[in-house]
């Protein structure tokens, strides 16, 4: 029980920002819990998603759905562009990203970490919804697909969906997680650092303490599958020469979140082994972080 308490706690902790007062009217009852966070739908297909264009501030959480017919299902992000940014500048940072070349990804990385704070997302696939829960403030923030951005014709600003937040705050609270996957710099190199057993349902805090953008994508193994199969696999990639992977599954999990930035996922991950990893790259020099072994092994219970 002490363990739900102290996670809840760190929960509430990583999710809150400075907001404006709320209104008398927002606040719970003495002596009631307030409710849980108000939940926003977003539907995707094959031909995009559709999403509420505005939002009171507070504690959110947005179920992702989708319909679409790719391996990678649809992944779906939330954005907010730091002051003086662009979304067309954006967007275009976004697209070079995705290239197989270090000199385009890195600088394009790096500005989109100087323009904007990526505040996760949900990969979802069909039939299996997933959630993610953060805290918004009043402003302008954008949700995108970022599959949209990882063709050879990358998407443009008109890709982003405009959500403003208003002043009103509403009431609402994070679900209490059940384990927390941090992503940290370690003397080892970049690590996934989580439990290596969870729970199937439970939510999970998910953390970034490194210096750069990362995320946190689980992905079913084939059974046998050990740490040195991953890394055979990620350095194949790395050196463009891909082998069979040794996943089993479709992926779910948050795209990249900003440094500092955390939110609670739930995804309906069921019970067997799973790989937890990253497709991004370093943006010291352009090496994925999967080669630097940044990949972890748990059993989902």
Known sequence: MWQGK?????AAAALSVSVL???????????????????????????????PSSHTSGPTSFRVTTTATGDLGSIIGLV???PGATP???????GKVFSNDPRVAVPAGRALMAEAELLGGAESQPGRPTTFTTTLRQGTYYLLNYLDFETETPAGPEALHTLTVKRERHVGRAPKPGAVVGMSHTAAGPRFQLPSRIRAGAPLLVTNHMNQVNEAIFVPVRPGTTERDLQKFFDGVQNGQWSEPPFAGAPLGTP??????ALVLQ???????????TWVIDLTDGVRLGAKGMYSLITVE
């Open 80 to 82: 907010r562009l730091r």
């Open 88 to 94: 067309a500048s954006f967007a275009d940072h976004l």
């Open 21 to 51: 007062p709320a209104p008398a009217k927002a606040s719970p009852a003495p002596g009631k819990a307030s409710p849980a966070a108000p939940v926003v739908d977003i539907r995707a297909d094959d031909d995009g998603f559709t999403a």
């Open 256 to 261: 990249p979140l900003s440094p500092g930035r």
């Open 6 to 10: 102290i996670l809840g706690m760190i």
């Open 267 to 277: 995804t309906p991950l069921t019970p067997g082994r799973y790989a937890v990893i």
